[in-house]
């Protein structure tokens, strides 16, 4: 699960955040000044900081200089309106993005992906995942089971990876709307986009397998687990 270090010293402000990061599917830590924030992002080791410029203790310019002879952590700027040469700092020392002080939560969850899907392209484009059954090239979006190459859809080959990255936890529905299909909508609404997705991702699976057995199994009213292997019959 994606961790998400938030550095904001109004309480208001930084609980608002904390409450709807968790809602949609985020784990979460907290600073409340800059010299937490250092403690807490070498504790946390998040894969995202939301950080303040205007900061108890130790500035937000000083956290993400520190940050950044550290680490090549995505971090996204908290600023206030009209702080023009802040945000050119900001950026110029390594931030990656930054939102406006007041902003609404859908452009940052909306910055939030935008800045990780080029931080995973980055970092991880030629990080192939596999174990002894399957096989998931990012870069060249190639896919295979049992060595049996998979003819798998764009949304078949995110779904299958998010699940193989997460196999060692059942991953909630709404979490995989959130971080497969980016939708920020009631999950009543699509939670049949993920089970029929699923359905025929299980299928092509088995094929390959060869086995009627589940590779990637449901649990009921929550969402789904990828096992690994084909459980024994």
């Known amino acids: 699960m994606t961790k998400i270090l938030i550095v904001e010293d109004e309480a208001g402000l930084r609980q608002g955040l904390e409450i709807n990061l968790r809602h949609e599917g985020y784990e979460t830590a907290v600073a409340a000044d800059g010299e937490e924030a250092v403690r807490v992002f070498h504790a946390e080791n998040p894969d995202l900081v939301l950080l303040d410029l205007m900061l108890p203790k130790r500035s937000g310019f000083e956290v993400l200089d520190h940050i950044r002879k550290i680490s090549k952590v995505p971090v996204i700027l ?3 309106r009209g702080q ?3 945000k050119v700092r900001g950026l110029r020392g390594g931030a990656d993005d930054y939102v406006t002080k007041p902003f609404g939560v859908q452009e940052l969850f909306a910055r939030i992906d935008a800045v990780m899907r080029r931080s ?3 970092t991880a484009t030629r990080s192939i995942c596999e174990d002894h059954l399957i096989r998931l090239d990012p870069a060249t979006r190639e ?4 060595n049996q190459k998979l003819k798998l859809s764009p949304k078949e080959f995110d779904l299958l990876m998010y699940l ?3 196999k060692e936890r059942v991953v909630p529905r709404d979490e995989l709307l959130s971080r497969v299909w980016n939708y920020r909508v009631d999950l009543n609404l699509n939670s049949r986009t993920v089970d029929t997705h699923v359905t025929r991702l299980r299928r092509k699976l088995q094929k390959a397998v060869g086995t009627d057995s589940a590779v990637i199994v449901a649990v009921a009213k929550i969402g789904y687990r990828y096992l690994g292997q084909a ?3």
């Open 231 to 233: 459980p024994a019959v």
């Open 78 to 80: 908290l600023t206030a």
């Open 143 to 146: 896919a295979s089971a049992n």
């Open 84 to 86: 023009e040469t802040d």
């Open 164 to 166: 193989f990255k997460n």
């Open 120 to 122: 995973e392209v980055a």
